[in-house]
């Protein structure tokens, strides 16, 4: 099994800042992709960011120059640091990782989900 621990969410004000973290623990041989999705209420998941494991990073165009994606191989964890939020920030974010396990398959695993709220 892999499991992904997230958290780091909660309610802010417009402008603020949040830091969410997500650590991955199981049976890990190596993780490719890791990153952050996240789910408004009434809207499909979208991707926010990804870092693979060579350190390539792409951003959703609607959080560039605001987010800022972190990654470290050796603990299993990816980051994401969130600046200048906005309301149409609010949604529960979820972090992935592309897992392939001690046996060699390869898992797409999820986070429970962490609720950020940014509002006034």
């Known amino acids: 099994q892999v499991q992904l621990v997230e958290s780091g969410g909660g309610l802010v004000q417009p402008g603020g800042s949040l830091r969410l973290s997500c650590a991955a623990s199981?049976?890990?041989?190596?993780?490719?992709?890791m990153g952050w999705y996240r789910q408004a209420p009434g809207k499909q998941r979208e991707l926010v960011a990804l870092?693979?494991?060579?350190?390539?990073?792409n951003y959703a165009d609607s959080v560039k120059g605001r987010f800022t994606i972190s990654r470290d191989n050796a603990k299993n964890t990816v980051s994401l640091q969130m600046n200048s939020l906005k309301p149409e920030d609010t949604a529960v974010y979820h972090c992935?990782?592309?897992?392939?396990?001690?046996?060699?398959?390869?898992?797409?695993?999820w986070g429970q989900g962490t609720l950020v709220t940014v509002s006034s």
């Open positions: 992935n990782a592309k897992v392939v396990t001690t046996s060699l398959r390869t898992l797409d695993a």
């Open positions: 870092v693979t494991s060579g350190g390539a990073i």
């Open positions: 199981g049976i890990i041989y190596s993780i490719n992709d």
